[in-house]
């Protein structure tokens, strides 16, 4: 049995977890620890201060005492706002408390992205526009090219949680650009796992979003593989090798 563990902020869209490890259909565990979310707003400085080394303690000890081989921080806003140096810096200070590969959301995606060979991307945010463009910055960081931009601007992520397929869909049709190579659904309060296969078949092409990439993301800090279709592109394509 692999036991992964995932530091999530409040309670929101845990419920992708329990059905991606349902799919995965193999010995991993999907461990889930809520923290305090604090304040529910999109705004910068809410977002650093629930990943904040206060906040994340406790949750980092419970995972390992219950066993966690990695630990994947599923915030993706409460990682990106410290910005490419300051989210490294937060990972590794979780890192070190925990004893264990650790890492969050944020870069998930960027290693999701270059494992199935996507370099030009699309963003679908249900951010409000500042947000959007923070996690844009960040990728272009990480060497991607940002093609567009889509804000919803949702403040909250309780808004973000109660949205459904139709919602989803349109999110990703939004933001859907021609040259890009995959569509980017950053919010880790959105639920996209029952969605995945149809976003792929809308899109015709691959779909990344942040519950699906977060647990992707576990299962590479412990050289795990799993080929799961339900869960999109990402868990059927073989990675791609960087040259």
Avoid: C
């Avoid at 995606?109 to 463009?133: C, K, M, Q, S």
């Avoid at 397929?165 to 349109?170: G, T």
């Avoid at 029952?194 to 699906?212: F, I, M």
């Amino acid at each position: 049995m692999t036991a992964l563990g995932f530091l999530y902020p409040g309670h929101f869209a845990e419920d992708d977890y329990p059905r991606i490890e349902q799919l995965l259909a193999s010995d991993i565990r999907l461990d889930l620890v809520h923290t305090d979310s604090g304040e529910d707003v999109h705004r910068v400085d809410v977002l650093r201060e629930i990943g904040s080394p206060r906040r994340l303690a406790a949750g980092v000890e419970e995972l390992r005492l219950a066993g966690a081989e990695a630990v994947v921080w599923a915030s993706t806003s409460g990682s990106f706002v410290h910005g490419w140096e300051g989210a490294h810096e937060q990972v590794r200070a979780i890192a070190r408390t925990a004893g264990m590969p650790a890492s969050a959301t944020s870069f998930a995606f960027v290693h999701a992205a270059r494992e199935i060979g996507a370099r030009r991307l699309a963003v679908a945010a249900t951010y409000p526009g500042d947000i959007a463009e923070l996690f844009a910055e960040f990728l272009r960081e990480a060497g991607t090219k940002v093609v567009s931009v889509h804000a919803a601007g949702i403040v909250t992520a309780a808004e973000v949680a109660a949205w459904g397929a139709k919602e989803v869909l349109e999110l990703a049709r939004q933001a859907d650009h021609i040259d890009a190579d995959a569509v980017l659904l950053p919010d880790t309060a959105l639920h996209t796992v029952a969605h995945l296969a149809a976003l792929e078949r809308e899109l015709a092409k691959p779909v990344l979003t942040a519950n699906q990439v977060t647990v992707r993301e576990a299962l590479r800090l412990v050289d795990r593989r799993v080929n799961a279709p339900e869960l999109g592109t990402l868990f059927t394509k073989e990675p791609i090798v960087q040259v």
